[in-house]
């Protein structure tokens, strides 16, 4: 499988995951929400190493090609998406951090602005995707 298929993969298990967690601790099932957060946290990192491989042994970069409004939509998606996907993985491994410990304030106080972030870096991950390897440009 070519890595960007699997590293697009990963990234909307990882988003299925994150906003299955959501409904479960909205319905206050804590135990399904820890299992799917978990699930969210394991696909987010298998994404990750995939990424790092691909960029890593990829003998270029990866270039748009496309012209108009669609490549400033392109690089609008893609210049917010890198800094906050930087953020996001110490955010996660703190929100972790706090779930574990039982600090479940500190971990909802910190999830309240991570979660929207973690999923929207998981939806321009893929948008991002399907604009270099789907769309015909």
Known sequence: ????????LLN??????LLL???AIARQQRRMHKNLMLSACFFSTAFLV??????YSAPQMTTWRGQGWLR???YSVLFTHIPLAVVVVPAALAALYFAWQRQFIRHRRLVQWLWPV???VSVSGVAIYLLL?????
């Open 1 to 8: 499988m070519h890595l960007p298929t699997l590293n697009a």
């Open 12 to 17: 909307a298990t990882a988003l299925l995951f």
């Open 21 to 23: 967690g959501r409904v």
């Open 50 to 55: 995939s990424y790092l491989i691909y960029h």
């Open 72 to 74: 400033i939509f392109y």
């Open 118 to 120: 973690w999923v929207y």
């Open 133 to 137: 390897y789907v769309y015909p440009h």
